[in-house]
């Protein structure tokens, strides 16, 4: 059960646009429609940002959007703000384990 | 208001057991796949194990494959992972999470196994 690539950090100033991407294989995130976001700030619990490659939980900001293309899903989140400065991490239902998560993106907003 | 509360995380040597608990409470307990995820301290998140809503299915990581046993009891609204054999790369905080998607998590409750 490998974990998915995520980029260790991005960065962005407040007001840009920044996308994470997360790659896999045709076993998981190419094989199926269920690739999620976590957004984490530190000392706190995951929060569900993007579920099923591109949905939006109810209360999650219009600035986050979540696609796919082939082995890879991107979380986009445009307009940066200061809050968004956390830990990102995407995860995909995988035809060998039910789940796997990404090993994290550190998301500074300069 | 959807609330999921770990308990059980204590200080245990190495080859040891512990059972952790997640009291759930907001919303249907019995109607949710329910999942553990770990975070070793300072590192990403792992998936664990996840047990459907009857509890007559479950999934595990091989990490823990053999030594781990996931179980509810939908009459207490309570989610468990039995953890037997423990190593030193057990040590980690453990989440309790609702729903096929983890759409609601809980603070989790810290395990340290060390002699």
């Known amino acids: 059960q490998s974990a998915l690539t995520q980029p260790a950090s991005v960065s962005g100033s407040p007001g840009q646009s920044i996308t994470i991407s997360c790659t896999g294989t045709?076993?998981?995130?190419?094989?199926?429609?269920?690739v999620s976001w976590y957004q984490q700030h530190p000392g706190k619990a995951p929060k569900l940002m993007i579920y099923d490659v591109s949905n939006r939980p109810s209360g999650v900001s219009n600035r986050f959007s979540g696609s796919k293309s082939g082995n890879t899903a991107s979380l986009t989140i445009s307009g940066l703000q200061a809050e968004d400065e956390a830990d990102y991490y995407c995860?995909?239902?995988?035809?060998?384990?039910?789940?796997?998560f990404g090993g994290g993106t550190k998301l500074t907003v300069l | 208001e959807v609330q999921l509360v770990e308990s059980g995380g204590v200080v245990v040597q190495p080859g040891g057991s512990l059972r952790l608990s997640c009291a759930a409470s907001?919303?249907?307990?019995?109607?949710?796949?329910m999942h553990w995820v770990r975070q070793a301290p300072g590192k990403g998140l792992e998936w664990v194990s996840l047990?459907?809503?009857?509890?007559?299915?479950?999934y595990y990581a091989d990490s823990v494959k053999g030594r781990f046993t996931i179980s509810r009891d939908n009459s207490k609204n309570s989610l468990y992972l039995q953890m037997n054999s423990l190593r030193t790369e057990d040590t980690a905080l453990y989440y309790c999470a609702k729903d096929r998607v983890l759409d609601y998590w809980g603070q989790g409750t810290l395990v340290t196994v060390s002699s």
């Open positions: 995860s995909s239902y995988t035809s060998s384990s039910p789940w796997v």
């Open positions: 907001g919303f249907t307990f019995d109607d949710y796949t």
């Open positions: 047990i459907s809503w009857d509890g007559g299915s479950t």
């Open positions: 045709s076993s998981d995130v190419g094989g199926y429609n269920y």
